[in-house]
């Protein structure tokens, strides 16, 4: 097992915390298949905000939606058109713990194209910092964002027992857990803030951008297969 540690630019601001890529491949190919891709990994993974800080958790949301939430949406379309990888795996926003992270991921990588995977990354995301995102684009994500927040579905838990989750959730990061209760207020302060011109768009050489990269790479044991 080896460990590198460089120094790159992440290409998006609010991304410019330490990084983590973690590449993996299995002892063995998955079962009915005689492919090694079928069984590695590789993601790059960002500790970007305060899970306990509502308005950090839904600009990031938002920025989740804008990035990954459809086939169009830049860093998913870089992902699958690029053919390193299968799939994005579980690319995206990971809110359960107090500290949020932010992951980037392709399955089914070849080990030999795990050098290809963190360049991939960071252009698509220094593309988006450089141009930000369109005004119908972000409202279009608000409007999702708005709805899932404020949907009673009651398909998962009832109503009174998610509202019960919420409160759970902020209570246990020593958050007030009113606001995630009723965010009508912290929704309102996304728009204005989503509506501001040049929201969405961030220096991508700036030095303050700059984010550490640690590698972490697991290679194949002596027992794997071809």
């Avoid at 409202?139 to 708005?146: C, G, I, K, R």
Wanted: net charge negative; proline share 5%; charged share 25%.
């Amino acid at each position: 097992n080896t460990r590198r540690r460089t120094c790159v630019s992440c290409g998006w601001g609010v991304l410019a915390s330490t990084a983590m890529i973690f590449r993996s491949s299995t002892s063995s190919p998955s079962p009915g298949s005689s492919a090694r891709s079928e069984a590695t990994a590789a993601a790059l993974t960002w500790a970007v905000g305060d899970g306990a800080d509502l308005a950090t958790v839904l600009d990031l949301e938002l920025l989740d939606r804008l990035l990954l939430g459809h086939a169009g949406a830049p860093l998913r379309l870089a992902l699958e058109a690029s053919s390193v990888g299968r799939s994005i795996g579980a690319s995206g926003l990971h809110t359960s713990f107090r500290t949020l992270l932010f992951s980037a991921e392709l399955d089914g990588i070849e080990p030999a194209d795990y050098p290809r995977f963190a360049p991939l990354v960071h252009d698509a995301l220094a593309r988006c910092a450089a141009r930000g995102f369109a005004a119908d684009e972000i409202a279009a994500a608000l409007d999702q964002l708005e709805l899932a927040r404020r949907e009673i579905s009651g398909d998962h838990y009832p109503f009174g027992l998610d509202l019960c989750l919420r409160a759970i959730y902020a209570w246990n990061h020593g958050a007030d857990p009113l606001p995630f209760l009723d965010q009508s207020a912290q929704l309102a302060a996304l728009r204005r803030r989503a509506g501001r011109p040049g929201w969405g768009r961030g220096a991508s050489d700036d030095g303050d951008v700059g984010s550490r990269d640690r590698r972490f790479d697991r290679g194949p044991s002596s027992g794997d297969g071809p």
